[in-house]
């Protein structure tokens, strides 16, 4: 399968590239510094002539322009602005953008409210590009905050990835990990193909991989410390240590309670499609789900993380 380059070499040594129809959803904690990704990522796309559509639910359009530069092409590239008339609240401090002649790769929603109006925006501008193109969505959670419902968001998700994935896209869905339930981001893990996790320990940036669909190493799913230089990422490489088989682990010990994946999916409030990838190591599990899994078996995390499977 063709190998697509995400703008930063050290992401694409960890997990192997992206690959085409990748929907990448990136749980991202405050401060870890998600827009170096999707910048690197947008400038990528836009020196291979790729037609790029950002959809912007938390940034101006006068802010996301000048993070991009006025050196990098913007002849295949589309700003859906969902901001202005969304969390800026038509204020003339963003309004002004579009009175002082705005920008021809601009196109404003004008009620970003209504997923039925948007969502039509999209699909019109899906039929204007050949496919092969790149998504950018900056904020699943902006779109829950305006839509005002976790449900909502999910639908339209669940609609437009399989969506993208079918045009041969890859898109970047951006949110912020704590804003949402551990149904919703099991769910949502799912669907997409691959996860990543962005989070802050001790003053450190860390990565972590929590899905990572045909790929069969298993190096990203380990945290990995990374820096900020300037616009790039520096990932550093840690000590290769023998991995925990959690999938072969939680297998082991909801087999010996009697308990079926779906008993255990209702328990814990997932579904029985996430438990099977979990025990078949095709994602991994986040802190919370782990620990509910652990509460739900009727073992401590601290037990299950010690005996280790051969």
């Known amino acids: 399968m063709p190998k697509i380059y ?29 827009e170096i990704f999707m910048l690197n990522f947008l400038r990528q796309s836009l020196s291979e002539y790729r037609n790029v559509i950002y959809v912007s639910f938390n940034q101006s359009p006068h802010t996301i322009l000048q993070k991009i530069g006025e050196t990098t092409p913007k002849d295949n590239f589309i700003l859906l602005d ?44 899906e039929d204007n590009f050949q496919s092969g193109g790149r998504y950018i969505f900056d904020s699943l959670t902006g779109m829950q905050d305006l839509w005002g419902d976790e449900n909502r968001t999910y639908k339209f ?65 380990k945290p990995h410390a990374y820096e900020i230089d300037a616009e790039t990422v520096v990932i550093t490489s840690v000590k290769k240590e023998a991995l925990l088989d959690v999938g072969k682990r939680i297998k082991e010990l909801r087999t010996r309670t009697g308990m079926s994946q779906k008993e255990l999916a209702d328990k814990v409030g997932l579904t029985p499609s996430f438990i099977s990838q979990l025990e078949n190591n095709q994602i991994a599990p986040s802190l919370g789900s782990f620990i509910q899994i652990c509460d739900a078996l009727g073992v401590s995390l601290s037990d299950t993380l010690e005996k280790k499977t051969g």
């Not at 002082?100 to 601009?106: H, I, K, P, Q």
């Not at 004008?110 to 999209?122: A, C, H, S, V």
């Open 6 to 34: 995400s703008g930063i070499t050290d992401l694409d040594n960890l997990i192997d590239s992206l690959y085409v129809g990748d929907n990448v959803v990136w749980e991202v904690e405050a401060g870890t510094a998600p």
């Open 157 to 221: 998700f669940t609609y437009i990835c399989p969506l993208l994935y079918d045009l041969g896209t890859v898109a970047y869905w951006i949110l912020e990990k704590d804003a949402h339930s551990q149904k919703f981001k099991a769910n949502l893990r799912h669907i997409t193909q691959v996860v990543l996790e962005l989070f802050k320990r001790k003053d450190k940036l860390w990565i972590k991989a929590l899905k990572l669909e045909g790929r069969p190493n298993r190096e990203a799913f």
């Open 82 to 125: 969902c901001f202005t008339s969304g969390k800026g609240k038509n204020d003339r401090a963003f309004t002004k953008f579009y009175e002082n002649g705005g920008d021809s790769c601009v196109t404003m929603v004008e009620d970003p409210r209504n997923i039925d109006q948007f969502t039509t925006l999209l699909a019109s501008l």
